[in-house]
């Protein structure tokens, strides 16, 4: 909109909805999701967590699509232009948000980018030497190494995101999501055939409810805000790049569905091979990255899956990472009238320095903050804290303060009834906040 110029749009519906897909998949599937999984006792947490993507995701998703596509504006514009008042506060939290997110995505995207070259030069022999782990800790315990590859990864998101929607973003979204999928497929059928699988399937499928505790609730839902790009007006900016045409529920029931697969299915590898190779499923960050090169050295042609696989999570890791910066770009671009190309390399510039800390905690030369390392409690803050506080406003704010706009939106003006209606319009005024509330104050355990 600045320049007087037309904004630019996706070339399509199913443009739209890979991009969004493309912007929810990404390392909270396949990186944080087992691990916070594994951490949380298994199977009765993937049950919790998925209920709370269909009632709280899915509804929460659909508030942001329809704010973004009704407003043309990045996320603090679009809480101006529809109410003003206080409510641009909530994108400006979103900003932040996506300062802080992407600050130490960066970091373990760069690892899985090194990860692509070290399947070819030495992630194999250790693994069958039974040191994948020890080959992990000696790579992300070196600084100038891992901010190397982080600087790699922030150049490449920079470059996406300075080249446009249309151009960028969307094209390569198009191809690299339906590989990911396919390649997770065939991990599968080799990890659940290791022996001692079986307690691993157990472990991921079989619910343990004595497992869950006040803390699991606080993790699945700030996994589910994490992982589906919510309550930092990610959505808001996707959407509103969307046409008036688009039918939204679809879009947004697509796009819940497609995340919560890929989470799945990255269990459905990472767990039966943690329990064939004697590993520890709450492990924690690590645990993708020590497990998975396990299978792989049990592959015929091992080096090459493992690079497969570690470049088809780059590529997920950065069209998310794309859709992060945007968020801080696009509010550069509309608000503060800046060029794409300052927004993207300016702002990108700022979120590598400020992910350095994250590097150097890692390594010891920051201290950690009661047991938690920098990444860790950057990460805590921003999914714990700040997705879900932006999901209340977000929810309250197209439940009660913009309500006639918001079933305007949702059923394209009366065109496409939308069935849900009446149900999604409570989670969004009473469900929604109220859970969300709760569980913010009870279940946060630091
Ligand atoms: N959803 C992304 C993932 O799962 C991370 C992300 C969070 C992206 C918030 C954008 C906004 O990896």
Redesign the pocket.
């Known amino acids: 909109m600045s320049n007087g110029t037309q904004r630019e749009q996706w070339g399509s519906k199913m443009g739209f909805v890979l991009a969004a897909a493309g912007?929810?998949?990404?390392?909270?599937?396949i990186w944080?999701f087992p691990y916070i999984t594994g951490q949380n006792g298994g199977a009765a947490f993937v049950l919790l967590y998925v209920a709370l993507v269909f009632v709280i995701g899915f509804s929460v998703m659909l508030a942001e699509i329809a704010i973004g596509r009704h407003a043309q504006l990045n996320a603090v514009g679009a809480f101006r232009k529809i109410k003003g008042g206080a409510w641009p506060i909530v994108g400006w939290m979103g900003v932040i948000a996506g300062f802080i997110?992407l600050s130490y995505?960066g970091v373990i995207a760069g690892w899985t980018m090194a990860y692509i070259v070290k399947s070819f030069t030495g992630l194999m022999d250790a693994a069958k030497a039974g040191t994948a782990a020890d080959f992990f800790v000696g790579f992300i315990t070196n600084p100038g190494a891992v901010i190397a590859w982080q600087a790699a990864f922030m150049f490449l998101t920079i470059f996406i995101v300075y080249k446009g929607i249309g151009g960028g973003i969307e094209k390569y979204c198009k191809v690299l999501m339906p590989a990911l999928f396919l390649i997770l497929l065939v991990l599968i059928v080799r990890a659940v055939t290791l022996p001692g699988a079986g307690a691993g399937i157990e472990f991921y499928l079989k619910p343990d409810f004595s497992k869950l505790t006040t803390g699991a609730l606080g993790a699945a839902l700030g996994q589910a805000f994490?992982?589906?790009?919510l309550g930092?007006g990610?959505m808001i900016t996707y959407g509103s790049y969307l046409g008036k045409k688009e039918i939204l529920p679809g879009a947004a029931i697509q796009v819940c569905f497609i995340d919560t697969a890929v989470a799945f299915l990255a269990g459905l590898v990472i767990f039966p091979a943690v329990f064939a190779f004697a590993l520890e499923p709450g492990a924690g960050p690590g645990l993708t990255f020590i497990t998975l090169p396990n299978v792989f050295a049990q592959m015929p042609g091992g080096m090459v899956w493992s690079a497969l696989f570690f470049l088809l999570l780059f590529v997920a890791?950065l069209t998310?990472a794309i859709?992060?910066l945007e968020v801080v770009a696009a509010y550069f671009i509309d608000e503060m009238k800046w060029s794409r190309t300052k927004a993207a390399f300016i702002m990108g510039g700022i979120i590598f320095l400020l992910g350095i800390p994250s590097v150097l905690g890692i390594s010891g030369a920051i201290p950690k903050l009661a047991g938690r390392d920098f990444l860790d409690s950057a990460d805590f803050i921003a999914s714990n804290v700040l997705l879900p506080l932006g999901g209340i406003f977000i929810a309250l704010f197209v439940g009660w303060f913009w309500t006639d706009g918001a079933k305007q939106e949702v059923d394209n003006n009366g065109a496409v009834p939308f069935s849900l209606y009446v149900p999604w319009l409570w989670v969004c005024r009473v469900v929604a906040p109220l859970a969300i509330a709760y569980i913010l104050i009870t279940g946060l355990k630091w």
């Open positions: 912007s929810a998949v990404g390392l909270g599937n944080r997110i995505y994490f992982s589906l790009s930092m990610c890791a998310s859709s992060l």
